[in-house]
């Protein structure tokens, strides 16, 4: 959670929180050092005071956990861009940004019942990984997402055991940062044609005005394009559109 000293500093006083002892600068530079320090943890999210009240950040803060210890809950809102760049592609951040590198394994599983989306996945670097479990489906004309971290066998067993036989396995390679107070993630998919770039921001339905960092050329929004859906990526026939295609090269 944001400290009130960054974007409600009218709420930062001593005076309701007597756990306050640092000046509004020195809390901010405090959140700075610990937002750098979470870049890239697979359960990183920023709750920002981009919200009507503290009641709000509350309810967000609520249901980011909710969702990652594997409480159905409605699926965070967010923006997907198509970017202009091919292969082995890499951000060209300042200096002053922190980046950090991931390598993940996404598996689609055959969907049961009311799923419209069931996969898991396998996030890390240098041999050390985390390994998640997602389904997501429609309730009441609202998408839900449940997620919950598995073990490296139950990995295993679900992939030979409910393995969707027309689906891939998508090789990707992330990048996350955080730029002007907002967390970003870059997805190269390595092994689908075109090997397309994705920038992926998750932000608040109260936060819809989003500033893309400079260093990244867009193409195109496809948040609501199914063509750029990681499942239908991942089928056996997948093609990029030849437009598309030129136009990230």
Known sequence: MVTAADGAEGFYQ???????YESS??????????????????????????????????????????????????????KKFLLRARGQFQVNAPKNVK??????????????????????KKTGKNDSFTYNHEMRS????????????????????????QRH??????QKVRQCFIFEQQYFLVETYLNIDGKPSFLRIETSKEHKEIKIPEFLMVVKEVTHDDVYSSQNMADVDYKMPANDKKAIS
């Not at 001593?14 to 306050?20: D, I, L, M, S, T």
């Not at 950040?57 to 809102?77: A, H, N, Q, W």
């Not at 950090?100 to 989306?117: A, K, N, P, R, S």
């Not at 309730?139 to 055991?161: H, L, N, P, T």
């Open 165 to 170: 036989p027309k689906r891939k396995i998508l």
């Open 99 to 120: 980046m950090e590198f991931f390598q993940i394994e996404e598996i689609f599983l055959v969907t049961q019942g009311d799923m419209v989306e069931n996969f898991v």
């Open 138 to 161: 429609y309730q009441s004309g609202e998408r839900i997402e449940r997620k919950r971290q598995i073990s490296a066998r139950e990995y295993i067993e679900m992939i030979e055991q």
């Open 14 to 20: 001593g005076q309701n929180n007597e756990a306050r």
């Open 25 to 78: 600068q020195e809390a901010r530079d405090l959140d700075k050092r610990l937002i750098n320090a979470w870049v890239g943890h697979p359960h990183f999210s920023i709750i920002d005071n981009k919200v009507q009240n503290f009641k709000k950040k509350v309810d967000k803060c609520v249901e980011t956990v909710c969702r990652y210890i594997g409480l159905p809950t409605p699926t965070s809102f967010y």
